[in-house]
């Protein structure tokens, strides 16, 4: 008699066991099928980041286009490892945004690109003074950050 409660216990314990591991697959219902692979989720990105131009004058505007980072999702932009704004990648992880130098001191600056800390991509700018000023390419987009942190104030007339 107790030899078959047990199997009772066990078998139960191992149908629970199956149910309750479907529930995990509970947030991927909307998903495409196509989106599901195991990069995803095992949380595995390569992500690139590169830049138009890598030095130029101060006053200068780069262009910053980021790739292979995981889709829709908030990335922040960091600036000698300072943050200096954010940017939403698309559904295909790319992200672009711009970088104005206005008021930056010549000298190397790193400027990364990171969603949580398993993605993220990092490329190096430098100022050079006797540098031509370097703008973005037409068609270039996605907000625009500075080196140095910028207070913009309202212009009150009367």
């Given at each position: 008699m107790?030899q078959?409660?047990?199997m009772?216990?066990?078998?139960?314990g191992?149908?629970?066991a199956?149910?309750?591991?479907?529930?995990?697959?509970?947030p991927?219902?909307?998903?495409?099928v196509?989106a599901?692979?195991?990069?995803r989720l095992a949380?595995?990105y390569?992500?690139?980041?590169?830049v138009?131009a890598?030095?130029?004058a101060?006053g200068?505007i780069?262009?910053f286009?980021?790739?292979g980072?995981?889709?829709?999702?908030?990335?922040?932009?960091f600036?000698?490892?300072?943050?200096?704004?954010h940017?939403?990648t698309?559904?295909?992880?790319?992200?672009?945004?711009l970088?104005?130098?206005?008021g930056?001191?010549?000298?190397?600056y790193?400027?990364a690109?990171e969603?949580?800390i398993?993605a993220s991509?990092?490329?190096?700018?430098?100022l050079v003074?006797s540098?031509p000023?370097v703008?973005?390419?037409?068609?270039s987009g996605g907000p625009?950050?500075f080196?140095?942190?910028?207070l913009f104030l309202p212009?009150?007339g009367?």
């Amino acid at each position: 008699m107790k030899q078959e409660q047990r199997m009772i216990l066990l078998r139960t314990g191992l149908v629970l066991a199956i149910l309750l591991s479907g529930v995990a697959l509970i947030p991927f219902i909307d998903m495409p099928v196509a989106a599901i692979n195991w990069e995803r989720l095992a949380g595995i990105y390569n992500p690139v980041l590169t830049v138009n131009a890598t030095s130029g004058a101060p006053g200068s505007i780069f262009a910053f286009t980021g790739s292979g980072y995981p889709p829709n999702r908030r990335a922040t932009i960091f600036v000698n490892g300072e943050s200096r704004g954010h940017v939403f990648t698309n559904g295909a992880g790319g992200a672009g945004f711009l970088l104005n130098t206005t008021g930056a001191e010549p000298g190397h600056y790193n400027v990364a690109l990171e969603v949580d800390i398993n993605a993220s991509a990092a490329v190096g700018i430098d100022l050079v003074p006797s540098d031509p000023v370097v703008f973005p390419p037409a068609g270039s987009g996605g907000p625009t950050v500075f080196v140095n942190p910028t207070l913009f104030l309202p212009i009150i007339g009367k």
